[in-house]
């Protein structure tokens, strides 16, 4: 077997699950070079060398790849932060070695604003109306709120608020959910427009998928269709975390959606691709997942909610352990160019997080639940482990937030450990999961009870039938 050296770019459970999908290649012996932001037990265990970078600042990952140049073939970068920040751009430029993930320019997750006007030009069917607020051009805080207040009126107050940079004062904002008056909304706005520009465009009504691609920069692999739980507690209820589980059912698309919705988001995905890419002049500057749309199906087709230009996580988990085509070799064809298509095999995955006391507010809204200061204790995974005894490779732990201290291993502060299971349907992929999720003993941790749940998947069934009539 061929020996390969792969670096990996760590921040949680979706790196788990890629370092997993190497460490499992059967036409490579991979040796792992791991730069992570903690001492992930998993990873720890599976690396020949593993650096703990905390803030995953893309100087100190370079310097990581230089000092380990010999022995590496290629580089993927899971987490948004360092794809943003040129990780591609600076380990190329220095060692030459090919690095998976989109150039800094084309990472367009770093923009909602440049997000908003690529697909305006290229898809403007599937971009919800907005409008763009630059600081720049408003002189005092009369002026904007006149524009605001102009904008709402149009939109009938039915509007979301989105920094343009990820992660800039409260975040996303949707009207009826974070606030119900204009005044709400202003106060919301103003958290953000202090740092920069803010996006207010149309609150649309519909359900989610999560659509994503393996990309050699030319070719546009898409992968089938899959399903975040976006909000922290059960029944959407709460706000908005990094995604508290997902699912995939054994088809391309998922049971709200019909065959149509997939074959309209697989166009439109398309379309963006190739007038996106016939516009880049490097062929290769697109490497990697650029293109991961958060699609809502509504009554007239779908609209995008934002694109992320790295896998999901948890999405991606749903996907990794079913790939039909060994990763290292898609690793290899997004490289030389010749990614044609990734094959997965006909299986439903359903994933579910377990996170802290304080992950999504859980201690405060339900102080009664959890005991507050249970973080940073340890967490027990060998029963959840030995579950492969009974379900084999259906079942599979993935820690995230964890670290390995005093070889115990603990949980930190965002979403510590996910547990997929496969099954023929969702319900039996669902009940693996959950098998796994209970056999974790330890620390207070808590999980969303419905995830996948047939109750959910009816609610939302019913939610597009009621759209379409
Ligand atoms: P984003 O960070 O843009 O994905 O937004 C986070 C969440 O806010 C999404 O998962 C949706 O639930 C909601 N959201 C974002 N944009 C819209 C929109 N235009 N209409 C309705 N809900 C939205
Ligand atoms: N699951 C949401 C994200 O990866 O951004």
């Known amino acids: 077997m061929e020996k390969i050296g792969v670096l990996v770019v760590a921040y949680g459970a979706r790196e788990t699950a890629m370092v997993d999908a190497f460490t499992r290649s059967k036409n490579y012996k991979v040796q792992l070079f791991i730069a992570d932001k903690q001492r992930n037990p998993f990873n720890v265990e599976k690396a020949a060398k593993h650096v703990v970078i905390p803030d995953l600042d893309v100087e100190k990952i370079c310097k990581f790849a230089e000092e380990n140049k010999a022995n590496l073939d290629f580089?993927?970068?899971?987490?948004?932060?360092?794809?943003?920040?040129?990780?591609r751009d600076l380990i190329e430029k220095r060692t030459g070695i090919p690095v998976i993930c989109p150039k800094k320019q084309y990472a367009i997750e770093a923009s909602k604003v440049e997000q908003r006007l690529l697909f305006q030009e290229i898809a403007p069917e599937a971009n919800p109306r907005f409008k763009v607020f630059d600081p720049k051009n408003y002189k005092g805080t009369d002026a904007v709120k006149q524009a605001v207040y102009k904008w709402l009126d149009e939109l009938q107050n039915q509007a979301v608020v989105k920094p343009d940079k990820p992660t800039a004062g409260k975040?996303?904002?949707?009207?009826g959910d974070h606030f119900t008056t204009k005044e709400q909304l202003f106060e919301?706005?103003?958290?953000?427009?202090?740092?920069?520009?803010?996006?207010?465009?149309?609150?649309?009504?519909?359900?989610?998928?999560?659509?994503?691609?393996?990309?050699?920069?030319?070719?546009?692999a898409p992968l089938p269709a899959t399903r975040d739980h976006k909000r922290a507690f059960d029944d959407d209820k709460g706000p908005n975390t990094g995604g508290m589980g997902s699912y995939k059912d054994a088809s391309d698309y998922l049971p709200f959606m019909t065959k149509k919705d997939r074959e309209n988001e697989l166009a439109i995905a398309q379309k963006i691709f190739e007038k996106w890419s016939a516009k880049i002049q490097d062929p290769t500057a697109l490497r990697g997942v650029p293109l991961y749309l958060a699609f809502m199906h509504t009554r007239g087709g779908p609209k995008i909610l934002e694109n992320n230009s790295r896998p999901g996580d948890p999405e991606i988990i749903n996907i990794l352990p079913v790939l039909k085509d060994d990763f290292v070799d898609v690793c290899y064809k997004m490289i030389e160019g010749k990614l044609t298509s990734v094959e997965v095999e006909k299986a439903a995955t359903v994933l579910t997080y377990k996170v802290p006391p304080s992950y999504g507010g859980y201690a405060d809204v339900f102080p009664n639940k959890v005991n507050k200061l249970e973080v940073d204790t340890p967490v027990d995974l060998s029963a959840a482990y030995a579950l492969t005894r009974k379900f084999g490779d259906r079942i599979r732990v993935y820690p995230g937030s964890m670290e390995l201290k005093n070889n115990q291993t603990c949980a930190l502060k965002s979403r510590v450990?996910?547990?997929?299971?496969?099954?023929?349907?969702?319900?039996?992929?669902?009940?693996?999961?959950?098998e796994g999720i209970n056999a974790i003993k330890g620390a207070a941790l808590w999980s969303r009870t419905d995830i996948a749940a047939k109750q959910h998947i009816q609610k939302c069934v019913e939610h597009m039938k009621q759209l379409r009539a």
């Open 188 to 220: 919301h706005f103003m958290s953000n427009f202090q740092y920069g520009t803010v996006i207010i465009e149309e609150k649309i009504d519909g359900e989610e998928s999560s659509f994503m691609a393996f990309c050699d920069g030319k070719h546009f």
């Open 171 to 175: 975040g996303v904002g949707v009207w």
């Open 417 to 434: 450990v996910g547990v997929l299971g496969v099954g023929e349907s969702i319900e039996e992929a669902r009940q693996v999961s959950l």
């Open 75 to 87: 580089a993927i970068v899971g987490p948004e932060k360092p794809i943003i920040e040129g990780a």
